[in-house]
């Protein structure tokens, strides 16, 4: 169908599907960490300002949230149409996480549900505050059960293969494989980060654009606080995922750094270009330093990509995945430390325009480094569904109406994001912050308006 092999096309829509939904996946998961901070911040302190944050972002993160079921439920219809050779190999074995998927959506809906129409109706505000936690927890919960079927998919265990099926099989083993302690940790704390990094990114566009209030000023104290330390913790999941990799899956790690041959001491090729006899070229070399990333020591043996059969290689131009995510990571965190560190310095000014355009890059920036990140994670899985027992092509379905559902599911999509932007354009156009805290808080917005820059 449309001239193309099925395979290919049953790869284009899963990737546009996962790309799609990671948008509202990754804000599924980051953005009620926010609104919970931002709530107690503003019980703890008595301040409006933050009260009124939690508020709107929680409108629009139903938006969010609403658009995210529909993707979610996408995936899990494409892994039967799509992928039948790979659940049927494989469907006994994951089939646990998928249902705690779903549970843990469903604990996060009704308690978002809740949380969303019980402002003020408690006589101490901590109690409403509480009803964030289970909503957190459903997200987070939610991203850590998805995650381990991918995890799995990396490094399948908790099985037994006879005449080319899986017997025996331990769910809890295979969910706790090796992948799963540092995908789950990469996957959670750059959800949180880029959650933090979107919401500094609006405060920060405001600002310039609108010249923002004191509430706008919090708004963006508070998120790049938080992208500051999740953007810390990111850095530590990526150096963990590596040392993982270089044990686990070198092969990805060889591509992704076009590390062709294995030696001692080994360089990090950062971009560059590779000529006709896969020598690099133009590029950044820090000595030793894939060596240190691999195992934690410079002078360490880490294994080129010659060790691997040609057949099971994954393409070398992942190799751009990974350095634009690796220094988009390093921008977000160089940033928000210098605004922390005008904000804390007495003569330093953390709103300056060429800042924070700098800040109001972040949001986009960060959700392009989650994309980069998962192409990185499953073509540098190539040639492999399930590695080490069946490939891409074999888990492929053989349907040729695949080009139909393909255009289908774009159009679906198109629909999803048109009227997810047009809604949220609806809930807040016209309606400021500093309208809202005029109505529910007189005096705070009078305070508000004094602090505009």
């Known amino acids: 169908m449309f001239g193309f092999e099925t395979v290919e096309v049953s790869r284009a829509l899963t990737a546009m599907t996962l790309l799609f939904h990671a948008i509202f996946a990754t804000l599924g998961v980051g953005v009620p960490v926010l609104v919970s901070i931002a709530e107690f911040i503003g019980i703890k302190r008595k301040d409006p300002h933050y009260t009124l944050l939690a508020r709107r972002w929680t409108r629009g993160y139903t938006i969010t949230v609403a658009v995210g079921v529909v993707t979610g439920t996408a995936i899990g219809l494409q892994l039967s149409l799509i992928w039948p050779s790979f659940m049927r190999l494989a469907g006994n074995v994951i089939a646990l996480p998928l249902f705690m998927e779903t549970f843990a959506f469903f604990f996060e809906a009704i308690f978002l549900g809740i949380y969303l129409y019980t402002w003020d109706r408690f006589k101490k505000p901590i109690y409403h505050w509480l009803l964030s936690i289970p909503v957190v927890i459903g997200g987070t919960m939610s991203a850590f059960f998805i995650t381990t079927v991918n995890s799995f998919m990396n490094t399948p265990q908790g099985f037994e293969l006879e005449e080319g099926r899986f ?6 083993a295979a969910m706790f494989n090796p992948a799963t302690p540092t995908k789950v940790f990469h996957v959670i ?12 990114g609006i405060a920060a566009f405001i600002i310039l654009i609108k010249k923002g209030s004191l509430y706008h ?46 030696e001692e001491g080994a360089d990090l090729v950062v971009f560059g270009t590779l000529n006709e006899n896969n020598e690099v070229e133009n590029a950044i070399r820090i000595p030793n330093a894939l060596s240190f990333l691999a195992h934690g020591d410079f002078n360490a043996e880490v294994e080129g990509l010659e060790e691997t059969p040609e057949n099971e290689r994954p393409p070398l131009w992942i190799h751009y995945m990974f350095d634009l995510m690796v220094s988009i990571g390093f921008y977000t965190l160089g940033i928000s430390l210098l605004f922390l560190v005008l904000w804390k310095w007495k003569k330093g000014n953390p709103f300056h325009p060429i800042l924070l355009w700098g800040v109001a890059a972040t949001g986009p920036l960060t959700m392009l480094a989650i994309e980069f990140g998962w192409i990185y994670a499953e073509v540098g899985r190539q040639p492999w569904i399930l590695r080490g027992f069946m490939t891409v092509a074999e888990g492929s ?13 774009a159009a679906v999509y198109l629909v999803l994001a048109v009227g997810c932007l047009l809604t949220l354009r609806k809930i807040f156009k016209g ?10 808080f007189p005096n705070t917005a009078a305070a508000s308006r004094e602090g505009q820059s």
């Open 167 to 172: 017997t025996s099989v331990d769910p809890l």
């Open 217 to 262: 000023k919090k708004a963006l104290k508070l998120t790049m606080t938080a992208t500051f330390i999740f953007a810390m913790l990111t850095a530590l999941a990526g150096d963990l995922s590596a040392k993982f990799l270089a044990e686990h899956q070198p092969e990805k790690l060889a591509a992704g750094e076009w590390h062709f041959e294995s």
């Open 189 to 200: 704390s750059s959800s949180y980060l880029t959650a933090a990094a979107v919401l500094a």
């Open 431 to 440: 309606k400021p912050a500093e309208l809202e805290l005029e109505h529910r």
């Open 397 to 409: 379905t053989t349907s040729p109406y695949i080009g139909w559902m393909f255009a289908l599911f």
